[in-house]
């Protein structure tokens, strides 16, 4: 399957937004979420009978992350927050201050 997806990327002449070939730390990020996400809602609410339910709830679940859950890498906010004090800040004109920590 992954040649299958490499030639297509070729043939389109695209560039792939997968990172460097056996770099532990390519997908790590990602990694993180889907292993948040199966922690806090597949397995907490489970066990799941249909496919739709299981959208439903992931639907409400990324609407949680959003807009509810505090995320300990933004400084106990949540990302709809980060994103109203960064447009905040580009409204006054002041630049957003960067690293953990600023608000």
Known sequence: MAMVYTDRIVELGAV????TIGDSYDNALAEAINNLYKT???RQRGPWRTVEQVELATLEYVWWWNNQRLHGELDIRTPLEV???YYADQESGQPAPAGQGSR
Do not use: Q, Y
């Not at 792939?16 to 990172?19: E, R, V």
């Open 40 to 42: 806090e809602l597949i």
């Open 83 to 85: 994103e109203h004090a």
């Open 16 to 19: 792939p937004s997968t990172g």
